[in-house]
């Protein structure tokens, strides 16, 4: 661990959800791994967050990290002014507001220095979520108001690509911060390889995951490979379509497990046996579905278009990307049938994953923070 810095920091990180929501995601995961490690070099960090069924309104985390629970999926965003102004969440130097879509305009109703983090520009995504009318005004929200609003913050954002959107919609590049993703390498892999071609897609199951292309690749693929598995590992309140799909296909549940929510240990047995990993998501900011399977040593699958993932993914080294929905079908049709590439990819993949610390994504974080908590220093731009 690098030495903590001299000066301490009370920080409040507003994000959407956190970890235990159902809806959970990376987001969430990036909020809480990156508090935990700022709570460890010394800071106090307070998450606030939405409340879901049986949530407690108050946690603390054993590394030290307050987490605050009000108000639903639009309420959160109020309730954040609300419980800010009533001096209910500290007396913070520098505030985080984490833009998924939405941000919580922090700015506007605190006078303390705000950094916005946003993984990823949504522009493909709302006409997925939401009906047109709303999309549209989530997109000139996002895409107009966001950029006026916040043109004197620092920002931060998890790859090349995204910083490259924003600085589409009106950011200035000399004020963002690229700060990558973490992911934790195993010093050996949970279990062996099943002797079986088997495919795993890893995340939360809401639309614009597309995971429906996944079962349609094993669909396409099975009469080429009759042992062909697929695991769906993740929740979401899109389950109940995934599952409808399947139907639709005629696979089987022991051919397409849509397993849930797994815990992190079958987690890391599920990526160690699987040959490959499929990311048919319409849009990632980084994609630490990718990292935490490449840190298993499983090669992933995604597409060229969708953010993040093109550089998550080395194309040709660590996993490959397809260019439509039949160049990614050919890809894991390559990868499944040629042993020895995937093999050598399966061991750069653990080499890529293993540049990319956790350790060293806090002190990336935790240095523009430090900037922006400083009065003295100079605007961003």
Not at 127 to 155: F, K, M, N, Q
Not at 306 to 312: D, F, M, Q, R
Not at 317 to 330: E, I, N, P, S, Y
Request: hydrophobic share 45%; charged share 25%.
């Amino acid at each position: 661990m690098l030495d903590a810095p001299d000066e301490q920091l009370e920080i409040l990180l507003l994000n959407w959800r956190d970890r235990t929501h159902p809806q959970g995601g990376g987001s969430e995961v990036f909020a809480e791994t990156v508090a935990a490690g700022l709570a460890r070099r010394g800071h106090r960090v307070t998450i606030f967050c939405a409340r879901h069924p049986g949530s407690p309104t108050e946690t603390v985390t054993p590394d030290g990290v307050r987490i605050v629970r009000a108000g639903g999926r639009l309420g959160v965003y109020p309730a954040a002014a609300l419980r800010h102004w009533r001096r209910r969440l500290g007396r913070p130097d520098v505030i985080v507001d984490v833009q998924n879509g939405l941000p919580f305009f922090a700015t506007l109703w605190s006078r303390t220095p705000v950094v916005l983090l946003c993984h990823h520009v949504h522009r493909e995504q709302w006409p997925v979520v939401l009906g047109a009318t709303a999309a549209r005004a989530g997109w000139w929200i996002e895409s107009t108001l966001s950029p006026r609003i916040h043109r004197d913050c620092r920002y931060v954002t998890v790859s090349e690509v995204s910083k490259h959107e924003l600085v589409e919609l009106g950011v200035d590049a000399r004020a963002i911060t690229v700060v990558h993703n973490g992911v934790s390498v195993p010093a050996t892999l949970a279990a062996a390889r099943s002797s079986h071609p088997s495919l795993v897609v890893l995340g939360r199951l809401v639309p614009h995951k597309r995971v429906e292309l996944a079962l349609d690749t094993v669909a396409r693929l099975l009469p080429e490979f009759p042992d062909l598995t697929l695991t769906v590992a993740g929740r979401g309140w899109w389950h109940d379509e995934i599952i409808a799909h399947r139907n639709r296909l005629g696979l089987t549940p022991d051919v397409v497990d849509v397993r849930g929510w797994v815990s992190e240990p079958e987690k890391d047995v599920l990526l160690s046996r699987s040959w490959l990993s499929l990311v048919p998501s319409l849009k990632e900011g980084w994609g630490i579905a990718v990292m935490e399977a490449a840190a298993h040593g499983t090669p992933s699958v995604a597409f060229r278009d969708a953010g993040g993932v093109a550089e998550s993914v080395v194309d040709g080294v660590t996993g490959l990307l397809g260019d439509d929905v039949d160049g990614f079908v050919d890809a894991v049709r390559r990868l499944l049938a040629d042993d020895a590439l995937r093999q050598r990819m399966s061991e750069q993949a653990r080499v890529h994953a293993a540049a990319y610390g956790w350790e060293q994504t806090v002190v990336s974080l935790e240095s523009v923070l430090l900037a922006a908590a400083r009065p003295s220093d100079a605007a961003p731009r």
